[in-house]
């Protein structure tokens, strides 16, 4: 058992990234050629820069030449390349460069990065939609979805701020998107663009709002002195 203990530690161990293994489909890597680059990877992480073909055959219980159609593959589908490297007593030599398949995974991770944004803003707006419909409690008219996409995509509002806006108009019992558009056009005038700096306005107006409802209403005007509440508060 202590000789199996020392034989195993000796050996080493070869790391590889899960996110290779979650993703080498997707990057046009085979399973005979994820098994290769596992082959490859022991060796070069000991310092054999281009392991013998021979011997990574012998290791996977294949025919070397399907070892070297499988090279040729990683080559091809621009997934490895053969660089020339200078060790350490200044010798050049071919070695294995993965930089390629890198690079691949990289880009995979961008565009899923890209997709993932996509997705909430699709969600977020979904959910616009469909938040508006439960509150005013029936379908939205074309006309109403046409307004709220104009102010998603011409207004630019954030979805946040347009829930906001909702709940006010509920909260005051005014089941109008033309009231929520007037919300909306107050807190522009205000330059308030989400929904923390509606809340500081709030904060900051508190006291004079007390002593308004202390003193008794002197406003009026177009644009209702709407009450300004928390995305949170139920």
Same mark, same amino acid.
């Given at each position: 058992?202590?000789?199996?203990? !020392?034989?195993?530690? &000796? %050996?080493?161990?070869?790391? *590889?990234? $899960?996110?290779?293994?979650?993703? @080498? ?85 961008? !565009?899923?990065?890209? &997709? %993932?944004?996509?997705?909430? *803003?699709? $969600?977020?707006?979904?959910?616009? @939609? ?95 002195? *709407? ?8």
């Amino acid at each position: 058992m202590d000789d199996f203990i !020392q034989r195993y530690v &000796q %050996a080493g161990q070869t790391s *590889v990234a $899960n996110y290779l293994l979650d993703h @080498f489909r997707e990057v046009g890597m085979t399973t005979d050629q994820l098994l290769v680059f596992f082959q490859l990877r022991r060796y070069m992480d000991r310092g054999t820069q281009l392991p013998n073909a021979d011997e990574i055959a012998a290791h996977l219980g294949w025919d070397k030449q399907k070892v070297y159609q499988l090279l040729h593959e990683l080559i091809t589908n621009k997934l490895m390349t053969i660089t020339t490297v200078t060790d350490s007593q200044g010798q050049k030599q071919d070695a294995y460069d993965f930089r390629l398949l890198t690079e691949k995974l990289s880009q995979l991770a961008v !565009q899923e990065t890209h &997709q %993932a944004a996509k997705a909430t *803003v699709s $969600n977020d707006r979904s959910a616009v @939609f469909n938040q508006i419909e439960t509150e005013f409690g029936r379908p939205l008219s074309p006309l109403e979805m046409e307004s709220i996409t104009q102010w998603l995509d011409q207004d630019h509002y954030r979805p946040e701020l347009i829930q906001l806006a909702l709940k006010e108009a509920v909260l005051s019992q005014a089941y109008s998107l033309k009231y929520m558009d007037r919300i909306l056009l107050s807190w522009e005038r205000k330059n308030l663009k989400t929904a923390a700096q509606v809340q500081r306005e709030k904060e900051r107006q508190e006291p004079r709002r007390t002593n308004q409802s202390t003193g008794g209403n002197q406003g009026g005007g177009e644009v209702p002195d *709407v009450p300004i509440f928390k995305l949170t508060d139920q």
